[in-house]
């Protein structure tokens, strides 16, 4: 039976319950927080959590000293600065478990893309009336399928003719929007 190493959960699912279950579960976790969330300094008092790592050059990771609290909860805090300038912080319950911080975020990043492109930036699947489980397993496999079609295409033609890149350094538009036409 496989099992689950752990969760890396973005900022949207966070807070003092949700935080609490996982380490009475002693389910493993690496969160990623908001900037504003605070978090305990070493003598007294908090600070909003981009307060410790605005000073990062690009590409360095730092860990905070310590566990510290948040949420009422004793926690690593480590954080980066990404390539694309934007800091990047995350909790965890056990220091070693913080490794390779911008890989883990790109494996994120993959999720939520896909999670966008058979939601509203492609195809809609929320907008089903299916609720019968079966249906919903084929409509699925039918997405999967699709999905995979549109990415290769949007690879392709990525290839044939670039997709510009945004003065924020994005691209206009997805892989997925690119095959999707």
Same mark, same amino acid.
């Given at each position: 039976?496989?099992?689950?190493? *752990?969760?890396?959960?973005?900022?949207?699912?966070?807070?003092?319950?949700?935080?609490?279950?996982?380490?009475?579960?002693?389910?493993?976790?690496?969160?990623?927080?908001?900037?504003?969330?605070?978090?305990?300094?070493?003598?007294?008092?908090?600070?909003?959590? $981009?307060?410790?790592?605005?000073?990062?050059?690009?590409?360095?990771? @730092?860990?905070?000293? *310590?566990?510290?609290?948040?949420?009422?909860?004793?926690?690593?805090?480590? *954080?980066?600065?990404?390539? #694309?300038?934007? #800091?990047?912080?995350?909790?965890?319950?056990?220091?070693?478990?913080?490794?390779?911080?911008? *890989?883990?975020?790109? $494996?994120?990043?993959? @999720?939520?893309?896909?999670?966008?492109?058979?939601?509203?930036?492609?195809?809609?699947?929320?907008?089903?009336?299916?609720?019968?489980?079966?249906? @919903?397993?084929?409509?699925?496999?039918?997405?999967?399928?699709?999905?995979?079609?549109?990415?290769?295409?949007?690879?392709?033609?990525?290839?044939?003719?670039?997709?510009?890149?945004? #003065?924020?350094?994005?691209?206009?538009? #997805?892989?997925?929007?690119?095959?999707?036409?």
């Amino acid at each position: 039976m496989e099992k689950i190493d *752990g969760y890396l959960v973005d900022r949207e699912f966070i807070g003092t319950e949700f935080v609490l279950y996982l380490i009475k579960n002693e389910i493993k976790f690496k969160i990623r927080i908001k900037h504003d969330t605070r978090v305990a300094r070493r003598r007294n008092g908090t600070a909003p959590a $981009r307060n410790f790592f605005r000073n990062l050059a690009r590409g360095e990771v @730092i860990q905070l000293r *310590g566990q510290r609290v948040v949420w009422g909860q004793k926690l690593s805090v480590t *954080g980066t600065r990404l390539m #694309s300038g934007e #800091s990047l912080i995350i909790l965890s319950p056990d220091a070693s478990r913080v490794t390779a911080i911008p *890989g883990d975020d790109k $494996r994120r990043w993959e @999720i939520e893309t896909l999670f966008k492109g058979l939601k509203s930036q492609g195809f809609d699947f929320e907008a089903t009336h299916l609720t019968e489980l079966d249906r @919903i397993e084929t409509l699925l496999a039918l997405l999967a399928i699709a999905f995979c079609w549109a990415h290769l295409l949007g690879e392709w033609l990525h290839e044939q003719k670039p997709i510009p890149i945004k #003065s924020h350094c994005r691209p206009a538009i #997805s892989i997925i929007r690119y095959g999707l036409g």
